[in-house]
């Protein structure tokens, strides 16, 4: 019997399923408003609502709902398409992203005219048709379209037409991609960089400029596709921009750390480990770290568009201590997750795509941005994450169609991150170097592993990039780099030999081996803590005493003579080295902190200093300003005197105010105020004093009357000296006429 | 005692420890005599120390590296190397 078949799970609505939905899943009242609609009785029903299976009914049907508009064709389009039945909110998503808009009311609509048969869930009973189209979850309802209905709509033209649904058909102009492996290779080219130098930080986070610029040479635009324009500009706001968004990346990737807000390096280890993976483990990687980035943000991109507040945010995108992209992250996931559910095929327009994620949770978005405190608008965010962030990572390609609507669409790469694809098998990547005679490695991009392309960073420097091929010079500096690094001349050669489109030539490996010989010989430690005793075996006991207190932290252990050890700990095990050396009090240097003083002043321009309590900077300055007095000095006390000429030769400019500078924070108790005029003497020209004998000074009142005393004519005729605001040195000869004038002037005198 | 020989017994006495040190360790005395030979160290602020090793405050660390690259020595280096041209007073406007 009819009513008994099971339901399809595909394809149109045939008769039988149709009237067996109807009997079984539909409530009465549902019988009783298709009855109406129908122009029959709810009895009737059933069989009116078969009979829509027959053409002749079907026009009926269609003449009922008036002229088709555009959405209306659309969805018996998309419907058709879909191969007859679809769920509704697909159906949304679907004409949503071809640039219909929402078209829930038209669903609704077509669906309240029967001609969308809405199907019962699996298991529902009693479907209240009037009421579900009223509710919200309708979109979460099967719809479908019975046969006669495709072909009446086939008849018609149209079914089967993407033109109807909106897909776009047709030439397109001013595409530009970036690929997946481009971005990767600006990461490489960056951790390679922050793997030998130090990018300064400013005390905003951002990086110091002139640092920076070093950083980003070689790093190419995205999508650069013209040799002459190849290179970021860090003047160029949205190039600006994406060093920002490279920076963020190589930071959350693991390959690079900031140390103590002052610089920002490279993490060798993480390097290695995420340029050796395999492409699908980066490309899952990659896409984490995008949707979790915190130190860029493109909810600041729509600000550089329009050149408002640019400068805060660059300085914003840059920074490296600060995480303005984290109020994102949820934003980030939604629209991946509305783009993986999303039938992205082929090209579709832009404004598309941005209304479906801004339709799709209306709310979901303006929340995440009042919660974070941005004033953003929707579409202006889902365009920066699409034409910026997915467009930098290679997972989308842009162009325009001839009336210049943008349009987009996923790229292979795009289609694996968003795990619409697996990674394709990639046939053995060999013969994808030329090394030269002369120590040049040509490198073809497009067939070279990523990992083939790290070991080229690790032992080479780029020196040209052009046309898909990278150029990699091998040189001393850099192979014995790549040496302190873990590679050895083993592997070098294996790695060269294996990848390399011809063998090896014998000079290359010579060479190679040779370098690594070399390398052994010097090393050189940036920074440690270096601990001096005169006695040998004192300093023995000490360090027995730091090791074992220090026995499970990392620390190596360097005796450079009999009364010097070097210690390479880090910044926390340096502390505990010092706790554990308070016990033996003694003297600290720190030379990037306070140095104590270690000159004594002997006389005149003679000082002495202890070799083994003197900082080196002292001596070594010492050495180029001063001569030693050799009859004066023992083995634990040198004594030096400074020499003009070597002063001057040292500090040709300002040269008192240099040594000032040099002698008051070093000599012991300060530099004596008898030596400060000799140095003078003897560097400046003479200070020089004015000499007064048999004087009578002459004291005022008060300060004003002084003022008129000194503006006298007798005071200026003997030469008044004023030696106090009051008080006045006149010569022992003009004490008669000073008497005389004050007394002509009625000044009361009291003589001491 | 004196006071100079109650001093001498101090200094004796005194365990001295030097922080933000840059450390250039040689294989052998031979190969620092020949680095030395070839190396002008005058305008570097720097202590040898024992037969192999040459000692500098870390501020020092980027131009003695730059000194050995100038004579094609490349050392080991250990640890991280900040460039003082970096933090140049000039700049002070970007900070």
């Not at chain 1, 905003?204 to 970021?232: C, E, Q, V, Y």
């Not at chain 1, 507040?309 to 996931?333: F, H, M, P």
């Not at chain 1, 098998?425 to 002369?438: A, D, M, S, T, V």
């Amino acid at each position: 019997m009819a009513a008994r078949q099971e339901r399809q799970r595909s394809g149109p609505l045939t008769a039988p399923e149709l009237e067996a939905i109807f009997e079984r899943g539909y409530a009465q009242s549902s019988r009783r408003f298709l009855a109406n609609l129908w122009g029959g009785e709810a009895d009737e029903a059933a069989n009116l609502f078969g009979a829509m299976s027959e053409s002749a009914r079907v026009t009926d049907a269609l003449e009922r709902i008036g002229e088709l508009s555009r959405s209306d064709r659309a969805i018996f389009a998309a419907l058709s398409n879909a191969g007859g039945r679809a769920r509704a909110e697909n159906l949304r998503k679907e004409l949503l992203l071809r640039g219909q808009g929402d078209v829930s009311d038209e669903l609704r609509r077509l669906a309240r005219h029967g001609v969308l048969v809405v199907l019962p869930s699996s298991g529902q009973s009693e479907l209240e048709l009037e009421q579900i189209l009223d509710q919200q979850n309708f979109l979460q309802q099967e719809l479908a379209l019975t046969q006669a209905l495709i072909d009446e709509l086939d008849s018609r033209g149209i079914t089967h037409s993407a033109a109807e649904v909106g897909a776009w058909d047709g030439e397109i102009t001013n595409s530009r991609v970036e690929s997946l492996q481009s971005l990767e290779l600006n990461l490489l080219h960056l951790a390679a960089g922050l793997g030998q130098d130090v990018l300064r930080l400013n005390k905003s986070g951002a990086p110091n400029r002139r640092s920076l610029s070093r950083f980003i040479t070689g790093l190419t635009r995205p999508a650069a596709t013209d040799t002459h324009d190849l290179w970021l500009d860090i003047d160029t706001p949205t190039h600006a921009n994406y060093i920002g968004f490279l920076l963020a990346l190589v930071s959350e990737l693991g390959l690079s750390t900031v140390i103590e807000d002052r610089g920002l390096v490279g993490q060798f280890g993480s390097a290695q480990e995420y340029f050796t993976a395999p492409d699908d483990r980066r490309g899952t990687r990659l896409v984490q770290v995008v949707q979790n980035l915190k130190g860029w943000s493109e909810g600041l991109s729509p600000s550089l568009q329009d050149g408002r507040e640019q400068d805060d945010v660059l300085e914003a995108q840059l920074s490296q201590t600060r995480a303005n992209g984290s109020v994102l992250i949820g934003a980030r996931g939604y629209i991946f997750s509305v783009l993986r559910r999303a039938n992205l095929n082929g090209w579709t327009p832009l404004e598309a795509v941005i209304e479906l994620c801004g339709q799709l949770d209306r709310d979901y978005l303006p929340r995440v941005f009042a919660n974070a405190g941005l004033s953003l608008q929707v579409n202006h965010y889902v365009r920066a994450f699409i034409v910026d962030l997915l467009f930098w990572i290679g997972a989308v390609e842009l162009g325009e169609d001839s009336d210049g609507v943008e349009l987009m669409r996923l790229t292979p790469d795009g289609q694996r991150l968003l795990d619409f694809s697996e990674a394709p098998e990639k046939p053995e990547q060999n013969g994808c170097l030329f090394i030269q005679p002369n120590f040049e490695a040509m490198v073809f991009l497009d067939a070279a592993p990523m990992e083939v392309l790290y070991r080229l960073y690790q032992i080479g420097e780029r020196v040209n990039l052009a046309d898909r091929v990278a150029t990699f010079k091998l040189t001393a500096e850099s192979v014995q780099r790549g040496y302190s690094t873990g590679m050895n001349a083993e592997r070098a050669i294996a790695l060269l030999d294996e990848h390399s489109h011809a063998p090896l030539a014998d000079l290359i490996e010579f060479q190679l081996r040779d370098w690594e010989r070399i390398w052994g010989r010097v090393t050189l430690w940036s920074s440690g803590m270096l601990i001096r005793h005169e006695d040998p075996d004192r300093l023995d006991t000490i360090l027995g005493q730091v090791r074992h207190a220090l026995r499970d932290k990392k620390l190596v252990v360097e005796r450079i003579a009999a009364g010097a050890v070097f210690l390479d700990a880090t910044p926390e095990a340096e502390d505990e080295i010092l706790r554990q050396l308070e016990r033996y009090g003694g003297l600290r240097i720190d030379y990037l902190g306070e140095i104590p003083p270690s000159l004594e002043s002997v006389e005149g321009l003679v000082f002495a200093y202890e070799p083994m309590t003197v900082d080196f900077e002292t001596v070594g300055i010492l050495k180029k300003i001063s001569e030693e007095v050799r009859e004066e000095c023992t083995p634990r006390r040198r004594v030096v005197a400074l020499d003009p000429r070597m002063l001057t030769e040292y500090w040709p400019e300002r040269t008192f105010a240099h040594i000032i500078d040099f002698l008051r924070p070093r000599v012991r108790g300060g530099l004596p105020s008898e030596q400060l005029l000799q140095l003078k003497a003897r560097l400046l020209s003479p200070p020089r004093a004015k000499l007064l004998h048999a004087v009578v000074v002459v004291t005022l009142e008060t300060r004003e009357d002084a003022q008129l005393f000194g503006s006298t004519e007798h005071a200026r005729a003997c030469d008044a000296l004023p030696i106090s605001d009051v008080s006045f040195a006149i010569a022992q000869e003009h004490l008669d006429d000073t008497i005389e004038t004050l007394e002509r002037l009625g000044v009361q005198m009291t003589h001491l | 005692m004196t006071c100079r020989e109650e001093d001498t017994v101090a200094a004796r006495e005194t365990l001295v420890v030097h922080r933000n040190i840059s450390l250039m360790l040689c294989e052998n005395p031979a190969v620092l005599e020949e680095i030395l030979v070839e190396l002008d160290l005058d305008e570097l602020i720097h202590q040898r120390l024992g037969a192999r090793a040459i000692v500098a405050p870390t501020q020092e660390l980027v131009r003695l590296r730059d000194a050995l690259h100038e004579r094609g020595v490349y050392p080991r280096i250990i640890g991280e190397v900040f460039d003082p041209s970096d933090s140049d007073p000039a700049l002070a406007e970007e900070e």
